[in-house]
């Protein structure tokens, strides 16, 4: 629900190991607030969301602990660098890493000579890229739920995106995602579109 | 290489981060320094050099110009990570939402609190107080401080969402803090008429241990109310 409004209803998702899910709709149809839901962010008015057989509030904190969302906003600390930001939001979703795994993520995302600048002094692409990275740290989590992640991206950092997502799901990972456009991997993804 | 990192990793991680944010945000740190030194100093101007009188209303004069300073960085213990979706993050973290909250608080705390009461002791100069007293004011201050960080932390996430939060946050927030002022300038009071500490002191130190149990939990579930 939006105030008074139905955003969706009777809404049965299974996502396997293995799969992409990608959500779609107009502006406002609900797709951030159905990813929001999915990682446990939202409460829905109606209805539960399971991780195995268990309610993900049941054990939150296990579940947060497979889990990396990436909002529509990229969630960096102005006042840091880059490399703080990766290693600090690393930090938070569980996982201790080194400078130079750190290091070696950010020079995958091709921003190694970004990774000592402080954030304010970046585009809004590098920033998407610098959180996006998160992805390219050793050891992910399965579970990966993203808004919006191709926003702000060219061409070539699009593409490879949707190679890491692919890959991703082939080794048994899950992918949850948002986008307005149409793309390479939707053929092997589920699509789903919310209707305003 | 990369490890899970344990509880007690993510919950010092958690402070580290928010004490080098503030680093580099020095001024917000000055401002409270300024306000507080600022507001002490004002009283003896509008006052005169009564020193008897000075001395008498010290420990309350004091008390409020370091709640007053206290009270003007509380809304960022969350505003900016609410701002750039980082509280998004540290909701979905793997260490239990109030440890997280507990952790900013401490950092809050650190950057804030720790600061007001280690510069209390030249601001009390200027109130003629004795060495000793002097003294007292500062560990009033000590166990004080925080339970204002603490008691502030519920009303920074109450008034996350909200418009105009930083007036808010003062109406929400200085009807609770009134019992800490009313014991941390007790106890001042009460060594200056040659009375012991200890039942002050204890009350404060009762109401921090209560707070700190009580408050993440507080905190976290208006968090969580404020990122629906």
Redesign the interface.
Known sequence: MRGDRTLFEELNLEIKPGSILRISGDNGSGKSSLLRIL?????PHAGKVFWGSDPITEDR??F??E?I?L??????????SAI?NLM??A????????NE?AMNALREAGLDPQAHRFIRTLSQGQKQRIALSRLL???PKSIWILDEPFNALDRDANRALQNLLINHVNCGGIVALSSHQDLQIDDNARVIRLEL | ?????SGF??FQ??IA?DL??AL??KSDSLAVLIFFAVVASLFPLGIGPEQNLLMQIAPGMLWIAALLAAMLSLHKIFSEDFM???L?????????LPLVVLAKTIAHWISSGLLLALISPILALQFNLPMDTVGVLFISLLLGTPLLSLIGSIGAGLTLASRGGGTLLALIILPLVSPVLIFGAGAVESYQSGLGVAAHFSLLGAMLAIALFLAPFASAASIRIA??
């Open positions: 990682c446990g962010l939202l409460t904190d296990q947060h602990g889990l969302y909002g529509h906003i990229p969630a960096l600390k102005a006042d840091f703080e600090s939001l930090l938070l979703g569980g996982q201790s890493i080194s795994e740290l050793p050891q | 290489m990369s490890t899970n990192a990793k993510i991680g958690v981060r080098r944010l580099r945000r750039d979706g980082s998004d993050q540290i909701a979905l973290t793997a260490l239990p990122l629906e």
